[in-house]
């Protein structure tokens, strides 16, 4: 069962900064096929939902990454496997961009673990998947 909205307007502003103090962790995540070991690596601000989001796009048949759910549909959601592979580790540096650091992440995980295609099944800017 779902929490029940916070009552009062204290409560409220009381959660809306705990979120703002904490928000989710950004990173990378790869969706691994357990059968050829071809690897999708994406990142996200919110690595667990974007995770999350990915296998409802799998599992929706709506997936962008046309070769990844064309094998999704073909093995089965049992034959890949979904793991955050690092994340951003804030710093209190003045100027820090953690968006900055999450594409300097992804880049150097996409070519560390050779998720582009046809090995992988991540497509190059301006090649459709």
């Known amino acids: 069962m779902a929490n029940p909205a916070p009552s009062s307007p204290s409560a409220r502003r009381e959660l809306s900064r705990h979120y703002k103090d904490n928000p989710p962790p950004a990173g990378v995540f790869a969706i691994r096929n357990l059968d050829d070991h071809r690897v ?3 990142g996200s601000m919110n690595v667990d939902g974007a995770m999350n989001r990915a296998r409802f ?3 929706m048949r709506g997936h962008r990454n ?20 690092d994340t951003v ?5 003045p100027g820090f961009d953690a ?12 070519q560390e ?14 090649v459709s998947a």
């Open 66 to 85: 046309k070769a990844l759910q064309a094998d999704w549909l073909r093995l089965g959601a049992e034959r890949f496997s979904f793991e955050i592979v």
């Open 57 to 59: 796009e799998l599992t």
């Open 89 to 93: 580790k804030k710093r209190e540096e």
């Open 113 to 126: 673990l050779g998720s582009w295609a046809p090995a992988g099944y991540n497509e190059r800017e301006g």
């Open 40 to 42: 999708y690596v994406n």
């Open 99 to 110: 968006a900055a650091e999450l594409e300097g992440l992804l880049a150097m995980w996409r």
